[in-house]
């Protein structure tokens, strides 16, 4: 694990965080009561957000396989990647390719924390840590070009991370920015929420997270396409996270539960586009 610069800002925990509040969801001890008290309200509006989170998870880790596996890939940009929860992304890439590259990014200091304590790659591969915010592609670039070779392809992972950013807060600009800077033969994999398949429910969730002062958007099925533009999606194209390759799941030893193994729509959905 490498850290590109320390962590210098203070811990928030007045105010619950996404980062955190999925970790709540996904069953982990690195949350504050803050963020388990969102994460409750939004289960008693929402009862499957929680199973939402871990379909999000699985989605990540079908979707980096296929990346190693089908491009070749061997870089990987994770931009607001979270609280570390195993597998991570960079143990999914290197137990396929270990010589993988992998650079984490996110913007509370509780995640670089747990990074710099969690993340041990391979030897034989890089893991290392940027933080930023992700309204700052260009000194996510700038940071991350010190363990990536920009003139390679890269594997750049947007998961869960675009419904708290809204297009008028630079959404796209962050998408293009960064997809931009990559070389053809790379990738783009994304997942984001979505009211298409269950609208009253989001709605309620939307509200909140607003009340709590996170911006939360849905994406339509269009206005998910729109962030992939001029990159051609993988099949089966953009759609509900449940559907997006789930007979992989079966090919991995990690067990998932009988009850999640054939889902209903999950509302967010997941794509990967690759960059000729």
Known sequence: MTGTEPAVSRIDTSRPHPARVYDWFLGGKDNYPVDEELGRRI??????????????????????????????IRQFLDVG??????????QIAQSVVPDARVVYVDNDPIVLAHAEALLHGTP????????A??????????????????????ALSL?????????????????????????PGSCLVLSAMTADFDPENVRRGIAAY????????????????????????????????????P????????????????????????????KR
Request: proline share 5%.
């Open 210 to 245: 607003t009340a709590s002062g996170v911006t939360l958007v849905a994406r339509s099925h269009a206005e998910m396409g729109r962030l992939f533009k001029g990159l051609e999606l993988l099949e089966p194209g953009i759609v509900s996270l449940s559907d997006w390759r």
């Open 124 to 131: 034989a591969g890089v893991t290392a840590y940027v933080q």
């Open 159 to 183: 998961i869960a991370l675009l419904h708290f950013i809204a297009d008028d807060d630079g959404a796209h600009q962050l998408v293009d920015t960064l997809v931009g800077a990559l070389a």
């Open 81 to 90: 990647s979270g609280i570390p929860t195993e597998p991570n992304l960079h």
């Open 133 to 154: 915010d992700a309204r700052e592609p260009e000194r996510i670039l700038e940071q991350a070009a010190s363990v990536l070779d920009f003139d390679r392809p890269v």
């Open 43 to 72: 289960t008693a509006l929402q009862g499957d957000a929680p199973r939402h989170a871990r379909a999000n998870r699985r989605f990540m880790e079908r979707a980096t396989r296929a990346v190693v596996r089908e491009t070749g």
């Open 247 to 274: 007979a992989a799941d079966e090919n991995e030893t990690r067990e998932v539960p009988v009850s999640e193994t054939r889902e209903e729509p999950v509302s967010l959905y997941g794509a990967v586009g690759l």
